[in-house]
Nanobody, 124 residues
């Protein structure tokens, strides 16, 4: 089976930086897009950034020019470098990946997997 494990969340002052990591493990045939979502209390879970296996990226308008998503395909890991953090960035951040399992008959079937979430708190 596949699991995603996030790390790197914590408490930081406004203007500071954090680097989130998410490693996928298990019997993986392929990974397509990977991304980060966040959810604040009382809010919907929204896309923060995503990246394809080829390196194409997409960002929410609210984090453009501040956050950078990257991935290490050899390690099945995606990162989110967060700079110039603002209190509005406070949320639980979730890793997401589109993965095909390396087992018949699932190698051609891509499913979304989610991490458990990691808390990011930005103080003013």
């Amino acid at each position: 089976q596949v699991q995603l494990v996030e790390s790197g969340g914590g408490l930081v002052q406004a203007g500071g930086s954090l680097r989130l990591s998410c490693a996928a493990s298990g019997s993986i045939f392929s990974i397509n897009a990977m991304g980060w979502y966040r959810q604040a209390p009382g809010k919907q879970r929204d896309l923060v950034a995503s990246i394809t296996s080829g390196g194409s990226t997409n960002y929410a308008d609210s984090v453009k020019d501040r956050f950078t998503i990257s991935r290490d395909n050899a390690k099945n890991t995606v990162y989110l470098q967060m700079n110039s953090l603002e209190p509005e960035d406070t949320a639980v951040y979730y890793c997401n990946a589109a993965i095909a399992i390396n087992a018949w008959p699932w190698r051609s079937r891509v499913n979304d997997y989610w991490g458990q979430g990691t808390q990011v708190t930005v103080s003013s």
